[in-house]
């Protein structure tokens, strides 16, 4: 038998192990590409899915971007933000938050919320939004029932680890009639919670809006009543007004000492650096033992 049957032989024989690999070779050279390497941070089951389907913002409304991270369950406490190209070309970053503070026992449902700050320029903004494992600190979220009990057991229970993971999703949005306005008003307020210390001392912690820019400051009013409009906010009393120092998504905290006893309903605004103040947060209710 001739060495180039031998060669054949050998080839048809290891068909069956090596299938579409190409080890079996005459020495020319493959019209294939090779194979790019898989990653274990790219090889993942995650999906990330823009959730907000405006792709158009006309002044004043709020630029803003929902998305969802989820495999086979929601994901929290990921890592993810968006970079952002303007119609200039000047690049900047966004943050994206789940919005999960102290106290809260609901989840997020996997749902991360971003917002561009001030925008000085009209037409089209390219967006590559991107979210991963959060070096190791990503969480599969516990399911949830109407059952407060049943939810109280579930949190107590250790969470699970995603694993890891990297995703992205480009996407473009245009804006109107920004440039040469003021900033749009700062995003309301829907995180806002409270803590009673031993003192009396009421710990207010909230995310600061994630267009709120720099130098922003809050005012945080309180009444014997619901805080829920623009009319009961301006019947309140003053509480404190303060500079913001968390940055935008970040958690920002205030300790008041000097609330009237009883019970007491609180709120907060926020205002930009042009001014421009946001609507009424959530209220929060302390009574005080």
């Known amino acids: 038998m001739s060495a180039t049957c031998l060669v054949l032989v050998a080839c048809l024989a290891a068909i069956p192990q090596l299938m579409a690999a190409s080890s079996c070779s005459s020495g020319a050279p493959s019209d294939r590409e090779p194979a790019a390497p898989t990653s274990p941070a790219t090889a993942s089951p995650v999906d990330l899915t823009l959730e907000s389907g405006q792709r158009e913002f006309r002044y004043p409304d709020p630029v803003t971007l929902r998305v969802s991270l989820r495999g086979p369950k929601p994901i929290s406490e990921a890592s993810v933000h968006g970079v952002v190209t303007a119609p200039s070309g000047n690049i900047f970053t966004i943050p994206f938050t789940d919005h999960i503070l102290p106290g809260w026992t609901l989840p997020a449902g996997g749902f991360y919320l971003g917002a561009l700050p001030r925008i000085d320029e009209d037409g089209r903004y390219a967006v590559t939004i991107r979210a991963d494992d959060n070096e190791g600190k990503a969480r599969v979220l516990r399911p949830f029932t109407a059952d407060s009990r049943e939810n ?14 990297r995703v992205e999703i480009e996407i473009d949005i245009d804006a109107v009639g920004y440039a040469g306005n003021p900033a749009p008003p700062p995003l309301r307020i829907t995180t806002l919670y409270a803590e009673v210390d031993s003192e009396r001392c009421v710990h207010l912690f909230w995310q600061a809006p994630l267009n709120l820019g720099d130098s922003g400051s809050y005012a945080i009013r309180h009444a014997p009543s619901r805080l829920t409009s623009e009319g009961a906010w301006a019947r309140a009393s003053t509480a404190a007004m303060g ?28 205002t930009n650096r042009d001014g421009v103040a946001s609507v009424v947060s959530n209220d929060y209710h302390v009574v005080f033992e």
């Open 152 to 165: 109280e057991a579930l949190r107590q229970q250790p969470s699970t680890a995603t694993g890891s993971f």
């Open 243 to 270: 500079t913001y120092t968390a940055g935008p998504g970040e958690t920002q905290t205030h300790v008041s000492c000097d609330l009237d006893g009883g019970s007491v309903y609180l709120a907060v605004k926020s």
